[in-house]
T-cell receptor, first 113, second 116 residues
Framework: AQSVTQLGSHVSVSEGALVLLRCNYSSSVPPYLFWYVQYPNQGLQLLLKYTSAATLVKGINGFEAEFKKSETSFHLTKPSAHMSDAAEYFCAVSEGGYNKLIFGAGTRLAVHP | DAMVIQNPRYQVTQFGKPVTLSCSQTLNHNVMYWYQQKSSQAPKLLFHYYDKDFNNEADTPDNFQSRRPNTSFCFLDIRSPGLGDAAMYLC???????????????FGPGTRLTVT
């Protein structure tokens, strides 16, 4: 069965600092991987996705993620944090023909001045 | 803009009083999902529709039912809400392999359910 582990339930960075949110997955087949962001009392918004094309994926709001098969990782990065990046971030892997998503537990990102 | 719409955004119901949450989409996606998300947790899939075919998750309580009268609309019925059913309910859609694989799911803004 597929699973996702997000290391660090809370991450705090200074405005302008590098953002690194970690995600490791397990899958017996080539995975499809996603990062979603959720602001308070909102739904989930897709940041970026990996679907077996380029291993370095660029998303919205300056985020990017690199798929590393040897490390079974799909970490999310942003060179310079902005206050508006404060939110909950979920990594997910796709399972099955109906695009069923398996979510990680989430990482809450705080950005302080 | 094509989107997933959920109404209402906030719903208050009484313990044991049936409640219905609604979801509509203008993306013309044939797969629709309902998730339950409790505070500080990941979304938990309750069930999904592939066109009109209903697929229940094994651990979804019988108290939760769903209807999909057409491609655009999907409803979540909670027959007898308990205090433990208070949560954010998220609707999502995706496009399947027959019409062109997209893999990702598109989420609505959610309905926050309070049970008093």
């Amino acid at each position: 069965a597929q699973s996702v582990t997000q290391l660090g339930s809370h991450v705090s960075v200074s405005e302008g600092a590098l953002v690194l949110l970690r995600c490791n997955y397990s899958s017996s087949v080539p995975p499809y991987l996603f990062w979603y962001v959720q602001y308070p009392n909102q739904g989930l918004q897709l940041l970026l996705k990996y679907t077996s094309a380029a291993t370095l994926v660029k998303g919205i709001n300056g985020f990017e993620a690199e798929f590393k098969k040897s490390e079974t990782s799909f970490h999310l990065t942003k060179p310079s944090a902005h206050m508006s990046d404060a939110a909950e971030y979920f990594c997910a892997v796709s399972e099955g023909g109906y695009n069923k998503l398996i979510f990680g537990a989430g990482t809450r990102l705080a950005v302080h001045p | 803009d094509a989107m997933v719409i959920q109404n209402p955004r906030y719903q208050v119901t009484q313990f044991g009083k049936p409640v219905t949450l609604s979801c509509s989409q203008t993306l013309n996606h044939n797969v629709m999902y309902w998730y339950q998300q409790k505070s500080s947790q990941a979304p938990k899939l309750l069930f999904h529709y592939y066109d009109k075919d209903f697929n229940n998750e094994a651990d979804t309580p019988d108290n939760f039912q769903s209807r999909r009268p057409n491609t655009s609309f999907c409803f979540l019925d909670i027959r007898s809400p308990g205090l433990g059913d208070a949560a954010m309910y998220l609707c999502a859609t995706s496009r399947d392999a027959v019409t062109g694989v997209s893999y990702e799911q598109y989420f609505g803004p959610g309905t926050r359910l309070t049970v008093t």
